[in-house]
């Protein structure tokens, strides 16, 4: 049925296959790459929980081989493959023209958020749905997580009630320093195990505070408003900080530093 899609003008290309990648074969293709980019090892890492978690899909994206048995695209893939110690399906394409080299992975890459979109088929979900569900997963240390898109679409599935609960209260919020994926990651994980009315009075609080009090809304607001960075042991410092704030309101304390939040206090349920 596809092939009445295509013109008469339509030609079959004879060389790629779909090959079951071993290990070994994948070893032996990598000694065949002259010259190849540094290896990104978050990439590769990616790529090996893809495939132990049963995320790999055999695309028409794969590997390719020129006609002089050069290795022109695939580095990462096959290294994971290696690591993973797993035969997956490929596609692989050969006696390509060396010349190619240059033109490949030239298209626009798509973001997590695209996919995202794609996969749930609307449009409406923003950044913040995106940003929200990574600073959510990466809980209070704030450990960035090179996510595949497939990773990501997979937990949005999981945990989109907590994400588009608390994305809708922070929408349309212009300032960025308080309407943070930090903020909005711990309170999505509060979810679970607070009252949902006391997370909106929470954000609502602390949405339209100046910082001018002397309460722990107040002052954790005041706090978000003077950080000049968001580098990971800031985002660390906004978890942290941000915890104790919410406790301290939630058990109408005015002591937040005093509450110990050296464990996970809000930890989601795994699926």
């Known amino acids: 049925m596809s092939i009445q899609l295509l013109p008469a003008t339509a030609r079959r290309r004879m060389n790629s296959y779909v090959v079951d990648v071993t290990p070994e074969l994948a070893r032996k293709w990598l000694d065949l790459a002259r010259f190849n980019r540094d290896i990104n090892d978050a990439v590769v890492s990616?790529?090996?929980?893809q495939i132990k978690e049963g995320l790999w899909r055999c695309t028409h994206q794969g590997i390719a081989l020129t006609r002089a048995r050069v290795l022109i695209d695939g580095q990462h893939r096959l290294l994971a493959v290696i690591e993973a110690g797993r035969t997956v399906p490929m596609t692989v394409f050969v006696d390509e023209p060396e010349e190619n080299f240059e033109f490949i992975d030239c298209g626009r890459t798509r973001s997590h958020l695209d996919m995202m979109r794609l996969s749930q088929r609307n449009n409406a979900l923003s950044s913040l749905h995106s940003m929200t569900l990574k600073a959510f997963l990466a809980g209070r240390f704030c450990n960035t997580t090179?996510?595949?898109?497939?990773?990501?679409?997979?937990?949005?599935?999981?945990?989109?009630?907590?994400?588009?609960?608390?994305?809708?209260?922070?929408?349309?919020?212009?300032?960025?320093?308080?309407?943070?994926?930090?903020?909005?990651?711990?309170?999505?994980?509060?979810?679970?195990?607070?009252?949902?009315?006391r997370i909106i009075e929470f954000v609502n609080r602390l949405l339209h505070d100046k910082g001018n009090g002397s309460d722990p809304v107040s002052d954790y607001a005041r706090r978000l408003r003077v950080y000049d960075d968001r580098r990971q042991n800031t985002r660390y410092e906004i978890y942290k900080r941000g915890t104790q704030a919410f406790l301290a309101f939630l058990q109408d304390r005015n002591d937040p530093g005093s509450i110990d939040v050296s464990y996970d206090v809000f930890p989601i349920p795994q699926t």
Not at 46 to 49: E, F, I, N, P, S
Request: proline fraction near 4%; hydrophobic fraction near 35%.
């Open 46 to 49: 990616q790529y090996v929980r």
């Open 146 to 197: 090179n996510w595949s898109n497939a990773e990501l679409n997979r937990e949005y599935d999981h945990y989109s009630l907590p994400i588009n609960f608390i994305v809708d209260l922070f929408q349309g919020w212009k300032d960025k320093k308080v309407n943070d994926p930090t903020v909005r990651g711990f309170l999505a994980r509060a979810y679970y195990s607070v009252s949902h009315d």
